[in-house]
């Protein structure tokens, strides 16, 4: 069975660096993509990015700029990095693992961000 | 951009049939799932490829998807199911796109 540990810093203040890793456990990281997702309180799903195993990415356009996936396949670790946190990012970040084209199967625990002077 | 739309809420009595769409152009065209999420709680893939159950999944959940609508359906809906639940969609040029959710009541 696939499992997803995740971590990272929880309290960051404007302008720093979120950085959050996850551990994939069970499972191979060929053939699938991995996503972070993030989730502000009390609101809806938002897709950040992905990174396929081959070290393909794909950012969602509004937070592109800001982005940075990354993966060790030697870990079986994909990392996330959101530059210039505002207080808007402050949000609950999950990894995720997505089958092409199609759903995400497996979700890592969640991270809360805050981000807060 | 692509988007999906669901409804904000869904009230439902315990043992009655649920029933909670997803809006988006041209939808049957993709595959569609759904995730249900309980407080605190990480997202739970309850149906995926439109109408296909995760193993663990109770029958009672089932899917369709055709034309603009896809549609998750509690059969005997249990308090257990009272949730948040999104769809969401692949699209070529938007990537990974969530509905905004629907919180079901069961009442």
């Known amino acids: 069975q696939v499992h997803l540990q995740q971590w990272g810093a929880g309290l960051l203040k404007p302008s720093e660096t979120l950085s959050l890793t996850c551990a994939v456990f069970g499972g191979s990281f060929s053939g699938y993509y991995w996503s972070w997702i993030r989730q502000p309180p009390g609101k809806g799903l938002e897709w950040i990015g992905e990174i396929h195993h081959s070290g393909t990415t794909n950012y969602n356009p509004s937070l592109k700029s800001r982005v940075t996936i990354s993966l060790d396949t030697s870990k079986n670790h994909f990392s996330l990095r959101l530059s210039s946190v505002t207080a808007a990012d402050t949000a609950v970040y999950y990894c995720?693992?997505?089958?092409?084209?199609?759903?995400?199967?497996?979700w890592g625990q969640g991270t809360l961000v805050t981000v807060s002077s | 951009s692509y988007e999906l739309t669901q409804p904000p809420s869904v009230s439902v009595s315990p043992g009655q049939t649920a029933s909670i769409t997803c809006s988006g152009d041209n939808l049957g065209e993709k595959y569609a799932c759904w995730y249900q999420q309980k407080p605190g709680q990480s997202p739970v893939l309850v149906i995926y490829?439109?109408?296909k159950r995760p193993s663990g999944i109770p029958e009672r959940f089932s899917g369709s998807n055709s034309g603009n609508t896809a549609t998750l359906t509690i059969s005997g809906t249990q308090a257990m199911d009272e949730a948040d639940y999104y769809c969401?969609?692949?699209?070529?040029?938007?990537?990974?796109?969530f509905g905004g959710g629907t919180k079901l009541t069961v009442l």
């Open positions: 969401q969609a692949w699209d070529s040029s938007s990537a990974w796109v």
């Open positions: 490829q439109d109408n």
């Open positions: 995720a693992r997505g089958e092409v084209e199609s759903h995400f199967d497996f």
